[in-house]
């Protein structure tokens, strides 16, 4: 969510400043604000805004700042509302500056004490105490990195900090726990971000910092220290981030329509180099994949949101070709509670930043629990949760600009169904039946083509959803969380209030809520309880409900007045929740085109939500 990025250069900084800001919008954010120290100067000047990156350039326009030194932030409010007192930087006496994402849990105790020192507060957050504790560290004649090194010793929960000083021009200094935070190589300059995607305009060279790690950045060099404050020397890694189209619009309206256009490739590359024309690619899961695998007999499964979603498909694909138990979990509700652990038991995460705080925090629980292993899918190669799982498959979905999930998704499902394949493979799966799955994901890029080109056929189907307030989305079987997330969709960007069922509990309760005001959207691939749903939808329109189709051309299901039928692409049982998740994304991204909204950041949502 809240976006980092300072710089130490011989050079004016607040261009590369606001343009990194601008890279992080993708994260959800209320304000944004940047400080720098003057060349030949020894003061700290700063600007703040609220609303978006555009509002910091403009008022920047009008009244520049110049400096070699630099830290700017986009925040999204946790502690205080999103005035511009709670905007970052925050500033201490003057001369110590502060950037935070994350949350300082003990503020409130260290604030009283800071207080009683002398130290007044202008804002409501947490973060203003880590400038005036530095500050307060600092003024008793220690180096900047050191009053540091004492400061988050103090702290309790998660942070991400990039602080600089006046006294100390040509000096940034960072930590990190629970919080990612990288430092960019370049020449004569360096660079802090909380992405490395928002220094891909100054270098390609990054070192990824380690779970409490400490670190200096000068024009000169970069120093880090370990949390047991010795210094230590983390690898320089060179990111091929991507080119500057991933991260642009290009000619379509907003990235999530370039994002849902983009998943025939995402598919593709997904499935590069990990499947042959018969067989899944075991080493694509790691180095150690067949020693973990080999001693799996039970999968536990926890994400949040959307990758939940993804997680439920799984368990069926998982229960039904790897014939072993799958438990699917919310992250936030795992790690809050006593868990009992199967024996020789896998435990997956799944996150598109791989910084989702209560994944994290569940995957660091699991650890420590009895699993014989875990493993991440992810989209972000040197994130905090590849890096601290046993193996990791990524998803090659290249940058997701869109708050909203869409080819995360796909390729989520893509990588799961690889997972499932390559379990199932050790307990029964024959080679005839792994070479018929195969195939049909060798052949699923093109279906995923073929299915986007009914988006003028959607577009139109969505203006009657405009002036609706209510939608029900019905699934059965994998295809249930596919309704769960053409539901979560919907309200998420056009704020439609929309709920996922399962069709068979339509009779134990969300039917009391159809009428003609309610669309129903129905999922209707040609599987075997295509009949059972079917007796599900004529019970929707016995209650005069309005029902929308996107059925496969084989299940005969028909046009008739108050059903609206859209045929998808034929394709394999198991491969379905992939097909139909598409129409779902195209329904809920016209849907709020014409109502409005902001489609790429909706209202009080974050594309990483890195704090509880």
Known sequence: MCGIVGAAARRDVPGILLEGLKRLEYRGYDSAGLSVIPANARRVDRRRTVGKVKELADSLAKSPLAGHTGIAHTRWATHGAPLEKNAH?????????????????????????????????DSDTDSEVIAHLIDSLYGEGRKLVDAVRLAVKRFDGAYAIAVMASDEPGVLVGARVGSPLVVGIGIGENFLASDALALRPVTDRFIFLEEGDLVEVTTDGVSVWSLADESVV???????????????????RHHMLKEIHEQPGVVRRTLEGRITKKHVLEPAFGVRAKEIFDAIDAVTIVACGSSFYTGSVAKYWIESIAKIPCTVEIASEYRYRDVAVPPRSLFVTISQSGETADTLAALRIAKSAGYSATLAICNVAMSSLVRESDTALM???????????????????????????????????TNDQEAELVAALNGLPDLVEHTLALDDVIAKLAE????????????RGPLFPVALEGALKLKEISYIHAEGYAAGELKHGPLALVDEQMPVVAVAP???????????LQVVRARGGELIVFADPATGIKPEPGVTVIHLPAVHDVLAPVIYTVPLQLLAYHAAVLKGTDVDQPRNLAKSVTVE
């Open 89 to 121: 930087p925050h500033l201490s006496r003057g001369r110590v500056s502060v950037v935070h994402n994350g949350i300082i849990e003990n503020f409130e105790a260290i604030r009283e004490e800071l207080k009683a020192k002398g130290y007044s507060f």
């Open 234 to 252: 983390r690898a320089t890694v060179r990111v091929k981030i991507g080119s500057a189209d991933e991260v642009d619009k290009g000619n379509y």
């Open 395 to 429: 998803l090659e979905a290249g940058p997701e600009i869109g708050v909203a999930s869409t080819k995360a998704f796909v390729a989520q499902l893509v990588d799961l169904l690889l997972l499932a394949i390559l379990l199932g493979r050790r307990r029964g799966l």
């Open 464 to 475: 009657r959803f405009v002036d609706r307030e209510h939608a029900l989305f019905l699934g």
């Open 526 to 536: 040609n599987d075997d309880l295509l009949e059972k749903l079917q007796s599900n």
